[in-house]
T-cell receptor
Framework: QKEVEQDPGPLSVPEGAIVSLNCTYS??????FMWYRQYSRKGPELLMY????GNKEDGRFTAQVDKSSKYISLFIRDSQPSDSATYLC???????????FGKGTKLSVKP | DAGVTQSPTHLIKTRGQHVTLRCSPI?????VSWYQQVLGQGPQFIFQ???????GRGNFPDRFSARQFPNYSSELNVNALLLGDSALYLC?????????????FGEGSRLTVL
């Protein structure tokens, strides 16, 4: 079993839809959770960073962490064609730890 | 301010050759990490350096090595290239030893091994 599981998609939604992206993980020691956005042939760009359980909101983006279920989510409201990218979840056991990434979910937002 | 810069952006090598990839962190950042991203996969951790000292190493063979220079730039070296080394090599920097949640990635060096 991989430490971090993420459905690779692809996921296609119409413009304006609410998008839900998810990852599950097996190691209960993970405490730091990140979401990155990666456009084609570019490096990952940090979107959201959450410590432990709870919700965090930033504009159209909301990150949720449920440590009891070992499940994290990223919600995108009012999705735009410019949101079309691959979304990677990443986790770390400690604040100094290396990141463990999911495979990424490819999202396409159609005008 | 310039972000993380990497060079070269693309390169093609043949099996058995050696490659050196270079990374300049964001100005003021002292920590550099290297990740390998194979097509269709998430990035996988290779090395982590802080203040020129290796602070972490992923599950990669000894053919992979790295170093950090006094100006905090870094090199990743790969010897005896294999076809499976074809990937996007990403460098990330952070301002201090605190890495989680503060890693900023460059655009990567895309290596093709023929």
């Amino acid at each position: 079993q991989k430490e971090v599981e993420q459905d690779p998609g692809p996921l296609s939604v119409p413009e304006g839809a609410i998008v839900s992206l998810n990852c599950t993980y097996s190691n209960s020691a993970f405490q730091y959770f990140m979401w990155y956005r990666q456009y084609s042939r570019k490096g990952p760009e940090l979107l959201m960073y959450t410590y432990s359980s709870g919700n965090k909101e930033d504009g159209r983006f909301t990150a949720q962490v449920d440590k009891s279920s070992k499940y994290i989510s990223l919600f995108i409201r009012d999705s735009q064609p410019s949101d079309s990218a691959t979304y990677l979840c990443a986790m770390s056991r400690t604040i100094r730890g290396n990141l463990i990434f999911g495979k990424g979910t490819k999202l396409s937002v159609k005008p | 301010d310039a972000g993380v810069t990497q060079s070269p952006t693309h390169l093609i090598k043949t099996r058995g050759q050696h490659v050196t990839l270079r990374c300049s962190p964001i100005s003021g950042h002292k920590s550099v990490s290297w990740y390998q991203q194979v097509l269709g996969q998430g990035p996988q951790f290779i090395f982590q350096y802080y203040e020129k000292e290796e602070r972490g190493r992923g599950n990669f063979p000894d053919r992979f090595s790295a170093r950090q220079f006094p100006n905090y730039s870094s090199e990743l070296n790969v010897n005896a290239l294999l076809l499976g080394d074809s990937a996007l090599y990403l460098c990330a920097s952070s301002s201090d030893e605190i890495w989680a949640g503060e890693l900023f990635f460059g655009e990567g060096s895309r290596l093709t091994v023929l």
